[in-house]
């Protein structure tokens, strides 16, 4: 029984040569980069970080009050990027699906969705408006996640928000190849269908054109947005402080910067690059030299310190572009070799290709990088849990607990149980309206009812 079948690319929709250049072009990206890790990388993009907490407060409260402003008008949105399956952390569900063992048992997909909506809150207060305006949001699902989300969805009634301002769009997939451009055949499902996987996180270019997002956008007036991930715990949509700095510098593109916490840390880093318009790009972990990770200032940091944890801004002219034929042709494609079952149990050696959403900044004419503290804006969900993991459940669900003892703290309360205590993020979206409730109180355990 055949395992590869060249003709069924063609069958299926997808171009044979554009597939085949795309391959041989990420192939030889691949193996030049499994001898870059011994070379000479970019330098650090070091000197390139807006750190806010080194600037005067009057102008961090001109880019809360910009970016509030678009907020309430319903004129950002927010892009979640949620196409992981939960099989590696031993759950049969879409990773937003998770509940992380929190005390009101919310899902990844609930945490979001609040912290969303009281963003919408904070806006219309900020502004004077009588009526909040929804924030417009639209979720990146993929092949084997996107019915579970959209049921997820329905079955707790899109969490309070109002269902007409949250739209579900998969991204892409690709045929898996064998490195001589041979396409194949999986043996899981059905005989004679190809091997597909996702195209990666920077599909969603393509994908937002596709199923008609741009075009949404467009017609609600959107001017900017940002992109985050769905495993991220901490991570705020829209930063007010973090878009409003993008606008205020004029950035087709942003992203935030949190300094690493290893040398190792399995994040890719921010670094200068030649021959792009705004000089910057990512230099993946896997491609730096292991004395270059470990290299340390005077001043005891890492060199290369600065991580990038996949929270994006964007304009919303800089989405149209990137979704142009011409544009497209120029993303980049990498090749991760994997073992892909085939038809008849067996297996082979194949290649897939993904995009990466950060090689966008090659084609930003300005871009903005933006510091933040770790431990308020990221606890990702990698792994399985158990014993010293990182980056598991429970770490995550560490991370986020912290963060809310430290809120209560810093309002006047006495925590009792340090670590324990959980706050919806409907009713806060950064700590704020706290003081007014819990000063001069003690808390236990538990979810905070506020």
Request: net charge positive; proline share 5%.
């Amino acid at each position: 029984m055949p395992v590869h079948a060249s003709v069924s690319v063609l069958a299926s929709g997808f171009d044979v040569q554009v597939l085949r250049a795309a391959l041989t072009s990420a192939l030889k990206a691949h193996a030049e980069s499994e001898t870059s890790a011994s070379s000479t990388p970019p330098l650090p993009a070091s000197s390139e970080v807006v750190d806010p907490f080194n600037l005067d407060r009057k102008v961090i409260d001109t880019y809360r009050s910009r970016a509030l402003k678009i907020i309430s008008e319903g004129r950002a949105a927010s892009i979640l990027l949620a196409g992981g399956q939960g099989t590696r952390l031993g759950a049969n569900c879409p990773k937003g699906c998770l509940d992380i063992g929190l005390a009101s048992r919310a899902s990844l997909f609930e945490l979001h969705a609040k912290r969303l909506k009281r963003l919408a809150t904070i806006a219309a207060q900020a502004t004077g408006k009588t009526a909040e305006k929804g924030i417009p949001w639209y979720i990146m699902t993929s092949e084997a996640t996107h019915e579970d989300t959209i049921e997820h969805f329905e079955n707790n009634n899109y969490f309070g928000l109002d269902r007409n301002d949250v739209y579900f769009f998969p991204q892409g997939m690709l045929p898996a190849m064998t490195k001589d451009g041979v396409a194949v055949l999986q043996g899981t499902t059905r005989a004679n269908s190809l091997a597909l996987s996702p195209d990666g996180n920077g599909g969603i270019y393509t994908a937002l054109k596709k199923h008609g997002i741009l075009d949404d956008m467009k017609k609600r007036r959107v001017v900017c947005c940002d992109a985050i991930c769905v495993d991220n715990v901490l991570a705020r949509p829209l930063d007010p402080g973090f878009v409003g700095c993008c606008l205020a510098r004029k950035a087709d593109m942003g992203a935030l910067a949190v300094e690493k916490a290893y040398a190792h840390e399995k994040v890719g880093v921010f670094v200068k690059a030649r021959g792009t318009k705004c000089g910057l790009a990512v230099c993946e972990y896997s491609e730096m030299p292991k004395a270059s990770s470990e290299e340390k200032q005077p001043d005891g940091k890492l060199r290369y310190r600065w991580g990038n944890i996949c929270i994006h801004f964007y304009t919303a002219d800089f989405l149209r572009r990137m979704a142009s034929p011409a544009m497209n042709a120029k993303m980049p494609y990498h090749a991760a070799i994997k073992v892909v079952p085939t038809v008849g149990g067996a297996k082979v050696e194949a290649v897939k290709l993904e995009r990466f959403i950060f090689d966008a900044f090659a084609f930003a004419r300005n871009s903005t990088l933006y510091a933040a503290r770790r431990e308020e804006s990221f606890a990702p969900i990698k792994n399985k849990a158990g014993p010293g993991v990182k980056d598991s459940p429970e770490t995550a669900r560490a991370l986020l607990l912290g963060q809310h003892t430290r809120w209560l703290q810093r309002a006047g309360a006495t925590v009792l149980d340090l670590g324990e205590v959980e706050i919806s993020p409907g009713s806060t979206y950064e700590g704020e309206g706290l003081a007014d409730v819990v000063r001069g109180k003690r808390v236990d355990g538990g979810l905070l009812s506020l």
